[in-house]
């Protein structure tokens, strides 16, 4: 079994930044794919961006070019760094581990774009 633990959302200006982690522990030895993705009220979960184990990434469009995303395979440790937020950005995010049998998500941390 896959844990993660989720860390670095917040309240923040719009143009401002914050750095999200996820750490795994567990079960991890065929994670193959982390990611970030969010939901803000009354809409559906979407992928933000992933990271696979060889360090293909993959960005939402209206990310692309503000947020980005890294993996310290040795750590299990993904890194979503956010800059230039917009209120759009405001939901809760959610940090998403692929194994070969399996997928874990964590239990998910706020973030706030606002004024």
């Known amino acids: 079994q896959v844990r993660l633990v989720e860390s670095g959302g917040g309240l923040v200006q719009p143009g401002g930044s914050l750095r999200l982690s996820c750490v795994a522990s567990?079960?991890?030895?065929?994670?193959?794919?982390m990611g970030w993705y969010r939901q803000a009220p009354g809409k559906q979960r979407e992928m933000v961006a992933t990271v696979g184990i060889s360090g293909t990434t993959n960005y939402a469009d209206s990310v692309r070019g503000r947020f980005t995303i890294s993996s310290d395979n040795a750590k299990n440790t993904a890194i979503l760094q956010m800059n230039n937020l917009k209120p759009e950005d405001t939901a809760v995010y959610y940090c998403?581990?692929?194994?070969?049998?399996?997928?874990?998500w964590g239990q998910g941390t706020q973030v706030t774009v606002s004024s």
């Open positions: 998403k581990v692929d194994k070969l049998t399996s997928t874990t």
């Open positions: 567990g079960s991890i030895s065929t994670i193959y794919r």
